[in-house]
């Protein structure tokens, strides 16, 4: 648990840890240079209790505190927490339960009870909604370029995973989905108890509101490298997402627009070729867009002559483009992905 001026909610997450059904558990909350006492509320909670330990270090980010709580964690299994969220009393149990009984998944989270203002945050609501639409390996698997799709503190994932794998990496994008993203490309498979384990509050100064990395255009930078794996046939191949490799059919990007445009432009440095767009826009159809043919989606060929990227990310798109391309006869995976 990294913990940075967190007092005004670092003891209800840290009780709701000593909470757990599950016993056997430490709690190692790295204070990544607080000014605020919540140092001081850590060491004396450590006091008390013989299961939380204390790392303290100068200010230098979540991905450091992840890091160094991650050097000196002992135990098999290791679960994220943040310094403002609640995990419900049987998380811990449930989640050990589940990687004990399913050797092959290396990480599992569980759905999240959503701590915000749905009125005012509507936006963030829908996508802890989304996020809790995906259970199975299967779902995660092809469903990863959309967004990440796990509540961060509300994991738990095999030790040996970040020793084989890499653990966080530093840089412009977002921490937790980069991992995701490289150890599904590595073949790790992930799922989710089917049940609200969690509560994921919302906060005004929560990181990901705040913080360069977490801005959408740091999403589509870093999606596009591992797309472009993906479509090149590099990493996993699971035939139980749909998995074909290598794509060699003419990619489509779905959304001829100047935003969606920009954002599919990064697939062009990682040598991603695309020869065409599809859009709704009868301005642009039939036209040649940044010099590339626009076509309707009543124009589609037979699935297996093209594959389509959607990209376009107004609210409502990705539903109506998944019909439209399912009822053309496309199988997700296999002829299409949705990117946004």
């Given at each position: 648990?990294?913990?940075?001026?967190?007092?005004?909610?670092?003891?209800?997450?840290?009780?709701?840890?000593?909470?757990?059904?599950?016993?056997?558990?430490?709690?190692?909350?790295?204070?990544?240079?607080?000014?605020?006492?919540?140092?001081?509320?850590l060491e004396a909670t450590a006091r008390a209790d013989g299961r939380v330990r204390v790392l303290g270090q100068p200010h230098r980010g979540i991905v450091a505190a992840l890091n160094a709580?991650?050097?000196?964690?002992?135990?098999?299994?290791?679960?994220?927490?943040?310094?403002?969220?609640?995990?419900?009393?049987?998380?811990?149990?449930?989640?050990?339960?589940?990687?004990?009984?399913?050797?092959?998944?290396?990480?599992?989270?569980?759905?999240?009870?959503?701590?915000?203002?749905?009125?005012?945050?509507?936006?963030?609501?829908?996508?802890?909604?989304?996020?809790?639409?995906?259970?199975?390996?299967?779902?995660?698997?092809?469903?990863?370029?959309?967004?990440?799709?796990?509540?961060?503190?509300?994991?738990?994932?095999?030790?040996?995973?970040?020793?084989?794998?890499?653990?966080?990496?530093?840089?412009?994008?977002?921490?937790?989905?980069?991992?995701?993203?490289?150890?599904?490309?590595?073949?790790?498979?992930?799922?989710?108890?089917?049940?609200?384990?969690?509560?994921?509050?919302?906060?005004?100064?929560?990181?990901?509101?705040?913080?360069?990395?977490?801005?959408?255009?740091?999403?589509?930078?870093?999606?596009?490298?591992?797309?472009?794996?993906?479509?090149?046939?590099?990493?996993?191949?699971?035939?139980?997402?749909?998995?074909?490799?290598?794509?060699?059919?003419?990619?489509?990007?779905?959304?001829?627009?100047?935003?969606?445009?920009?954002?599919?432009?990064?697939?062009?440095?990682?040598?991603?070729?695309?020869?065409?767009?599809?859009?709704?826009?009868?301005k642009k159809i039939g036209r040649l867009v940044g010099g590339l043919p626009v076509i309707a989606p009543a124009e589609l060929p037979p699935p297996g002559e093209i594959f389509v990227l959607?990209?376009?990310?107004?609210?409502?798109?990705?539903?109506?483009?998944?019909?439209?391309?399912?009822?053309?006869?496309?199988?997700?995976?296999?002829?299409?992905?949705?990117?946004?």
């Open positions: 648990m990294p913990v940075w001026n967190a007092a005004a909610t670092l003891e209800r997450a840290v009780a709701s840890v000593r909470g757990q059904t599950f016993a056997g558990w430490e709690l190692v909350a790295v204070d990544d240079g607080s000014t605020d006492g919540s140092r001081e509320r709580g991650l050097t000196v964690a002992r135990g098999e299994f290791i679960a994220r927490m943040d310094a403002d969220d609640v995990s419900h009393a049987e998380r811990l149990q449930a989640q050990v339960a589940f990687l004990k009984r399913e050797p092959a998944v290396g990480v599992v989270g569980c759905r999240v009870d959503y701590g915000g203002d749905r009125a005012a945050h509507a936006g963030y609501a829908l996508h802890v909604d989304w996020i809790n639409s995906l259970i199975t390996p299967e779902q995660i698997a092809l469903n990863r370029f959309i967004e990440s799709p796990f509540a961060h503190p509300s994991v738990m994932f095999r030790r040996e995973l970040a020793e084989r794998h890499g653990s966080y990496r530093e840089g412009g994008f977002p921490e937790d989905y980069e991992l995701w993203l490289r150890w599904l490309d590595a073949g790790v498979r992930m799922a989710k108890v089917p049940r609200a384990l969690f509560t994921w509050h919302d906060l005004p100064a929560r990181l990901s509101r705040n913080a360069a990395r977490y801005r959408p255009e740091s999403f589509f930078r870093l999606k596009a490298e591992w797309i472009a794996r993906w479509l090149h046939g590099a990493g996993d191949a699971d035939p139980r997402a749909g998995r074909i490799r290598p794509v060699t059919q003419p990619i489509f990007v779905w959304g001829a627009g100047r935003v969606t445009r920009r954002r599919a432009e990064h697939l062009g440095a990682q040598g991603v070729r695309v020869a065409g767009y599809l859009d709704i826009d009868r959607a990209y376009v990310a107004s609210r409502g798109a990705r539903e109506w483009e998944r019909a439209a391309l399912t009822e053309r006869g496309y199988a997700e995976g296999r002829d299409f992905l949705m990117c946004a």
